[in-house]
């Protein structure tokens, strides 16, 4: 007697599984399970920095700017204080590929995904004002004035001619 009890509950187990599953298949099959998706508040931010660069021809015809280079190892300072291991995972990254796009892309990442709690663009911007004043200063001059007078040109044409006589 006790054998049939356990094959009766077997069947009722197995048949509620059996339901269930046929549930589910036809749940899929007509749609009902199907959710509309909706777009991500912060998604428009990110497309951004996506767009900053996107065009792989621009990286390979342009120059390093050496104030935009040093201002992205400014932006890994600040970023520092406040998210050491991203910092210093996106240094890392950027030893090993040299692309400083992409770092700013990655530092862009992280600015929008603290934008409600750290407002961490203002203090980039400080600092930026720093790099464009120091840049506007003598950005084009030479720390050796004597490098632009017409006597040095003339001494250095004279020694490059000479180079095997004064070498030997």
Do not use: H
Not at 101 to 117: F, G, P
Request: proline letters at 1%.
């Amino acid at each position: 007697m006790n054998l049939k009890l356990v094959f009766k509950y077997l069947v009722y187990l197995f048949a509620i599984i059996g339901f269930g599953l046929t549930f589910i298949y036809f749940a899929i099959k007509f749609q009902w399970t199907n959710e509309s998706g909706s777009e991500d508040l912060n998604n428009r931010k990110f497309e951004e920095v996506a767009r900053i660069s996107n065009n792989p021809n621009d990286t390979l015809n342009k120059s390093i700017n050496f104030n935009e280079t040093a201002f992205i190892s400014y932006k890994l300072l600040i970023l520092s204080k406040y998210f050491r291991l991203n910092a210093n995972q996106i240094l890392q990254e950027l030893q090993r590929t040299g692309d400083f796009d992409l770092a700013n892309k990655m530092i862009q990442a992280i600015v929008i995904k603290t934008s409600d709690s750290l407002n961490l663009e203002t203090e980039f911007n400080l600092s930026k004002n720093l790099f464009e004043q120091s840049q506007s200063i003598n950005s084009n001059t030479n720390a050796f004035d004597w490098v632009a007078l017409i006597e040095w040109q003339t001494l250095k044409e004279a020694i490059i001619k000479d180079k095997d006589l004064i070498d030997s």
